[in-house]
T-cell receptor
Framework: AQSVSQHNHHVILSEAASLELGCNYSYGGTVNLFWYVQYPGQHLQLLLKYFSGDPLVKGIKGFEAEFIKSKFSFNLRKPSVQWSDTAEYFCAVNAGSNSGYALNFGKGTSLLVTP | DAGVTQSPTHLIKTRGQQVTLRCSPKSGHDTVSWYQQALGQGPQFIFQYYEEEERQRGNFPDRFSGHQFPNYSSELNVNALLLGDSALYLC???????????????FGAGSRLTVL
């Protein structure tokens, strides 16, 4: 079955530490890839997306992600986290080609950044 | 402001009852999708509406049904509620439907349903 795996369910970092959140998917063929963030008490917001082209994509608030097709991965990175990055992070995959806008989400990673 | 508005924000129902949730898409968007987010889980796709028709459906039983109106707003109906239907129900809108899926969803804040 097609699936999206986020390896880290809970991550605790100190401010200024580097962040990498893993995301792997099991789809073959063309995919569209997304990272969404949910800050406490707020709605899901798009951090960044990959549709095609340069596999290194930059998003808002200093986040970036790299699409590695051979590894079926789309890991999220940030060189230096801030307390305001405390949130739930979701990786999502759309299997392209006639799948409309259906997104398959991972279970999420809860990030806590301590001062 | 998400641009996507959902109502009600919270509601409590008992097993066997029926519920209707409502969604108004972001201005300029004509495609609406619904997702269920159980506690501690990622959102799960329920179905998607475009041009007042259900275009795609996830792995949810027929108890879950929907509707899209000419003004692009949408409703999600759940019949014969079960305890397991307790969740946050998210509505997401997007610009004109593309089969490739290469488009971005804007999510609402959700309707939290508790079934007792």
């Amino acid at each position: 079955a097609q699936s999206v795996s986020q390896h880290n369910h809970h991550v605790i970092l100190s401010e200024a530490a580097s962040l990498e959140l893993g995301c792997n998917y099991s789809y073959g063929g063309t995919v569209n890839l997304f990272w969404y963030v949910q800050y406490p008490g707020q709605h899901l917001q798009l951090l960044l997306k990959y549709f095609s082209g340069d596999p290194l994509v930059k998003g808002i608030k200093g986040f970036e992600a790299e699409f590695i097709k051979s590894k079926f991965s789309f890991n999220l990175r940030k060189p230096s986290v801030q307390w305001s990055d405390t949130a739930e992070y979701f990786c999502a995959v759309n299997a392209g080609s006639n799948s409309g806008y259906a997104l398959n989400f991972g279970k999420g990673t809860s990030l806590l950044v301590t001062p | 402001d998400a641009g996507v508005t959902q109502s009600p924000t919270h509601l409590i129902k008992t097993r066997g009852q029926q519920v209707t949730l409502r969604c108004s898409p972001k201005s300029g968007h004509d495609t609406v999708s619904w997702y269920q987010q159980a506690l501690g889980q990622g959102p799960q796709f329920i179905f998607q509406y475009y041009e007042e028709e259900e275009r795609q459906r996830g792995n949810f039983p027929d108890r879950f049904s929907g509707h899209q109106f000419p003004n692009y707003s949408s409703e999600l109906n759940v019949n014969a509620l079960l305890l397991g239907d307790s969740a946050l129900y998210l509505c997401a809108s997007s610009p004109t439907f593309r089969a490739s899926g290469a488009n971005v969803l804007t999510f609402g804040a959700g309707s939290r349903l508790t079934v007792l």
